[in-house]
């Protein structure tokens, strides 16, 4: 049986001849400090298309130290989860390879790096003998298989947190950058070990972001003294942009990358992933939709409805966990009095047994054809994003579309508050969620402030829109149990009732006010 915990580590770059500060000053009262060395030896495990580095996931088998057997280690902002198993077998454990599925598909799992360490430990332990971190002093050689078999070696210090908080990680890292160490230019031992050929990420856009980013900064407003330079290093700046269709590209890629790993975590039986893996659909959908221009249209309009029914499974389950929390805050706050019969019981079942329902349909969609050849063409969007000649152009071309977006949010509102169509409001939240994920998919090109400006302007009305919508499935439901419990023995609709017309009059708050914001969004 598996078990995880969060990995909590900073990891250091050193020459050869550096000494590992003292540390024990920041032992608590009472505290001791314990060393020991270690000969670990890794074997690292993946696809011959390193599918999992690609997907900043490792699979190891570890011996020689007290974590020996196999290990997963996964994306966990701002860290990473270590999936672990006490079994030395040479085979990759059922249990991981089932985890790692939708990432690695059909694709076998071979040995693609041999990594031996010899360690010497710092333990800080407390009082009570609780490691409270460890300071590991590597030296490391690397041995790389395929084609371009490679061996290395180095030397690299990493911190780990035990039973602390992250106030002492920080304060370690701090004395060791004091001491001569740099934060280390690779994330792991195993992007070191590999051949540069064989880390290079599929998702060739993703480092355009960062570019553009600089690109951007450096189009300053020039001063009267030094106007022409200024005008040239904006030319400059301008010619050394990256074309538009890549930076949106690197936003897709980064929520296909949000989507893997909301696939290993559904299937390890998190739910508490659906959100945000389904807001990563919508933010895919909503940026194809925006950009539609940039990419062929046939390949766009294909992934969308295929994006739709992804989104619409997640949807499912997240409607429920919002209903259950929402109306579990709005009985505390009625009258005990009013709440004739079983009312928080009955919503209670009924929101989890649905919710069940739809988590076990999700559950046996994850190994369908279906779903597998969604991801597959998520992967064939990264590695070559279907562009047009539009793509190649320069920050200029990103303006049209974030402008047709913005006045679609201004039609659409305005149309719903002139009519009252709660169809169409439910619409202009739709477009207002366009906007904001296509100004975050932009802020490479417009800058990171007024990127930012415009993703808040628009998640504020996403938000107050979104709140309308929750009230009335919210209501919907409600209308629907409270009739059931008027027909059911030792049950009573009166309660439904109740918070039925308090979501009524929640909804109703809601169009008023988006009555009094649409003038900012003309």
């Known amino acids: 049986m598996s078990e995880s915990y969060q990995e909590r580590e900073l990891k250091f770059d050193v020459e050869p001849g550096f000494v590992v500060p003292d540390v024990v000053e920041l032992l608590p009262v009472g505290g001791r400090i314990e060393t020991s060395i270690e000969q670990l030896r890794s074997d690292y495990f993946d696809t011959s298309d390193r599918a999992l580095f690609k997907a900043g996931i490792t699979l190891r088998r570890r ?66 003998g609780t490691t409270l971190a460890e300071v590991d002093d590597d030296s490391v050689h690397a041995a790389a298989a395929g084609p371009a078999a490679t061996v290395s070696s180095w030397r690299e210090v990493e911190v780990e947190l035990g039973e602390a908080e992250l106030d002492l990680l920080y304060a370690l890292g701090k004395r060791l950058r004091r001491a001569g160490a740099r934060e280390s230019v690779s994330p792991s031992k195993l992007a070191r070990a590999l051949p540069r050929a064989a880390t290079a990420t599929t998702d060739s856009t993703a480092s355009t972001a960062s570019t553009a980013s600089t690109a951007t900064t450096a189009t300053t407003a020039p001063t009267a003294a030094n106007a022409e330079r200024g005008v040239r ?17 690197a936003y897709l890629a980064e929520q296909r990358h949000v989507i893997l790993a909301g696939d290993l975590a559904l299937r390890r039986g998190d739910d508490g992933v659906i959100h945000k893996t389904r807001v990563a659909t919508r933010r895919l959908r909503g940026t194809l939709r925006v950009f539609r221009p940039l990419f062929d249209a046939a390949r766009a309009a294909s992934l969308d409805g295929e994006l739709r029914w992804l989104a619409a499974l997640l949807g499912e389950i997240r409607d429920r966990q919002v209903l259950r929390l929402r109306l579990d805050r709005m009985l505390d706050e009625v009258d005990e009095t009013l709440l004739l019969g079983p009312v928080r019981t009955r919503l209670d079942t009924e929101l989890r047994r649905e919710q069940a329902e739809h988590w076990e349909t999700l559950q046996q969609n994850l190994t369908t054809d279906r779903y597998l050849q969604l991801l597959t063409d998520l992967d064939n969007w990264v590695q070559q994003p279907p562009q047009t000649e539009k793509a190649r152009a320069n920050r200029d071309t990103i303006a049209a579309p974030l402008a047709r977006a913005e006045r679609k949010v201004a039609r659409r509102l305005a149309k719903a508050n002139a009519t009252g169509d709660i169809h169409l409001l439910h619409a202009a939240r739709k477009a207002a969620k366009r906007a904001r994920y296509a100004a975050e998919a932009a802020e490479p090109v417009i800058g990171s402030k007024a990127g930012a400006r415009h993703a808040k302007r628009y998640e504020k009305l996403q938000d107050l829109l979104g709140a309308h919508q929750d009230s009335l499935v919210s209501a919907a439901l409600l209308r629907r149990l409270g009739a059931k419990a008027g027909d059911t023995v030792g049950e009573n609709g009166f309660a439904f009732g109740i918070l039925y017309e308090r979501e009524m009059e929640n909804a109703q708050a809601a169009r008023d006010k988006a009555q009094r914001v649409a003038k900012k969004y003309r």
Do not use: C, H, M, N
């Open 233 to 249: 290093r904006a030319e400059r700046a301008k010619r050394a942009e990256p074309p538009v269709g890549d930076v949106v590209a």
């Open 63 to 128: 011996t020689g130290s007290t974590d020996t057997g196999w290990q997963l280690k996964v994306p966990s902002a701002p860290f990473r989860e270590e999936i672990r198993l006490p079994d030395v077998s040479d085979k990759v454990p059922d249990e991981l390879s089932k985890l790692v599925f939708g990432v690695v598909r059909a694709q076998p799992l071979s040995q693609i790096a041999s990594i031996t360490t010899e360690r010497t430990v710092t333990r800080l332990l407390d009082k009570a």
